[in-house]
């Protein structure tokens, strides 16, 4: 069966900071990766996707992901984390073709930033 | 852009009461889908639709029932309210099966408490 573990619940880096945040998978067959972010009492933004090709994959508000095939992972990454990224991170893949493309959720990582 | 649409936002519940989650989508999606939120457990599937008509148990039915009222809206039903059912409720959509597909696009959300 499918699923997705984040092994870090809570991430605190300062303004300025790199950050990664960890993501590993388990799908039998080739993944559909998702990044959603989630700010306060809000619902959850596509931050980037990987179906397929470049295993780099560039996404919104600065954000890139690196597809691993050989270590099952799927690590968000930025440069320099501004305040405003200060949210819930939340890791998914895609259940196939047969199962009317649902996902299957991470349990989140809560990101704080300090000044 | 409306996007996916959940009524209502927040509701308050006593325990053995019903009530019913309404969502509805403008975006043309075959499949529909209904999330629950709790701390440290990520999202977690609920019911989805793959394609009007159809309807299928997800991870954590029980509780629950739904409708695919068209191919626009998908409401949640709660037939007898239980505390352990306060949570918070995702609806959300996307076309489904295919390359493109799989990306999901989710409602703002619905906060229930059940007490």
């Known amino acids: 069966a499918q699923s997705v573990t984040q092994p870090d619940i809570h991430i605190t880096v300062s303004e300025g900071a790199s950050l990664e945040l960890r993501c590993n998978y388990s799908?039998?067959?080739?993944?559909?990766l998702f990044w959603y972010v989630q700010s306060p009492g809000q619902g959850l933004q596509l931050l980037l996707k990987?179906?397929?090709?470049?295993?780099l994959v560039q996404g919104i508000k600065g954000f890139e992901a690196e597809f691993k095939r050989s270590q099952s992972s799927f690590n968000l990454r930025k440069p320099s984390v501004h305040w405003s990224d200060a949210a819930e991170y939340f890791c998914?893949?895609?259940?196939?073709?047969?199962?009317?493309?649902?996902?299957?959720f991470g349990q989140g990582t809560e990101l704080s930033v300090k000044p | 852009n409306a996007g996916v649409t959940q009524t209502p936002k927040f509701q308050v519940l006593k325990t053995g009461q019903s009530m019913t989650l309404q969502c509805a989508q403008d975006?043309?999606?075959?499949?529909m889908y209904w999330y629950r939120q709790d701390p440290g457990m990520g999202l977690r599937l609920i019911y989805y639709?793959?394609?009007?008509?159809?309807?299928d148990k997800g991870e954590v039915p029980n509780g629950y029932n739904v409708s695919r009222l068209n191919k626009r809206e998908f409401s949640l039903r709660l037939e007898s309210a239980a505390p352990s059912q306060t949570s918070v409720y995702f609806c959300?959509?996307?076309?489904?099966?295919?390359?493109?597909?799989?990306?999901?696009?989710f409602g703002e959300g619905s906060w229930l408490t059940v007490v």
């Open positions: 799908y039998g067959a080739t993944p559909y």
């Open positions: 975006m043309n999606h075959n499949s």
């Open positions: 639709s793959a394609s009007e008509g159809t309807t």
């Open positions: 990987y179906f397929s090709g470049d295993t």
């Open positions: 998914a893949v895609g259940a196939g073709w047969n199962q009317g493309g649902k996902l299957i």
């Open positions: 959300a959509s996307s076309a489904g099966q295919g390359r493109t597909g799989n990306t999901i696009y």
